[in-house]
C-alpha cells in the first residue's frame, strides 16, 4: 500500500511540475513576444555618444512601438539600422526632422546644406570627432528606426531617465550649436561644433532574454 501511495506521490509531483513547466514556458515565450513588440534592452561598444551614453558597461532599454508610430523628436536618442549593414545598430541623437534644413559640416565655410526629406531624419552622435553619422551615411529613412532609447536602467546608481534632450546639461550643449529656422518654422541644428574626424563605427548589441546578436 505504501509502495502504492509513493508511486501516486511521484507521479502527482510530476504532473506538478510538468504543469508549472507549460505554464512557465507559456509565459516566457508571451512575455517575449510581447517585449519584442514593445521594447529592447541594448547595451553600447563606442566612442560616438560619449560622454552622454557611456562606452561599455551600461545598458539602456529602448521603446519600439514610439518608433513605429514616428513619436520622436528633435533631440531624442535613437537606436537606427545600419544603411549599410542591417545586422547593426547604431545609437545616434537626431538633429534634424523632415523638412529641415542642416549644415553638413559647420566647421568649414560654405559647407553645403542638407534638406531633409520626407520620410528621413538627420542624426548626430554626442562625440562629433568620433561618429559616423548623417555627416557621412546621409538622412537616414524613417524605416530604419529602430527604436527611441528610453533610460540607463544598469549600473542601478546611474539609473536615468532621458528627456527633454534640448535642454539636457549633460549632453551635446546644443544651445551653443548653430541653428537657423527652416521654412516650417522649426529648429534646425547644425548637426557638430568641430570638424569631422573618420573613425570607428560604434558596435552595438542588442537582448532579448540573455541572447545577444553581435
Known sequence: MSRFLRQLKDRSLLNHAATLLTAGSFIYFAYSAAFSRLGFIIS???PSMLPT???????YIGDTFSARRRQYKLGDFVAVISPYDKTRL???????????VVVRDPEYL????????EGHIWVTGDNV????????????????VFGIIRA????FSRFRLFGDHINDATAIHLQTVGHTPSTSGKLILD???TGAMPA???RWTFRWFGDSDK
Not at 551614453?53 to 545598458?59: M, N, S
Not at 560654405?110 to 526629406?117: D, F, K, M
Request: hydrophobic fraction near 35%; charge should be negative; charged fraction near 20%.
Open 152 to 155: 540607463r536602467i544598469f549600473p
Open 44 to 46: 553600447a561598444n563606442g
Open 53 to 59: 551614453l557611456r562606452d561599455g558597461g551600461d545598458w
Open 110 to 117: 560654405g559647407a553645403a546644406t542638407v534638406t531633409i526629406p
Open 191 to 193: 548637426p557638430a561644433q
Open 129 to 144: 570627432n568620433a561618429s559616423v553619422d548623417s555627416r557621412f551615411l546621409g538622412p537616414i529613412p524613417e524605416t530604419l
Open 200 to 202: 570607428q563605427n560604434d
Open 90 to 100: 547604431l545609437c545616434k541623437r537626431i538633429t534634424g526632422m523632415p523638412g529641415d
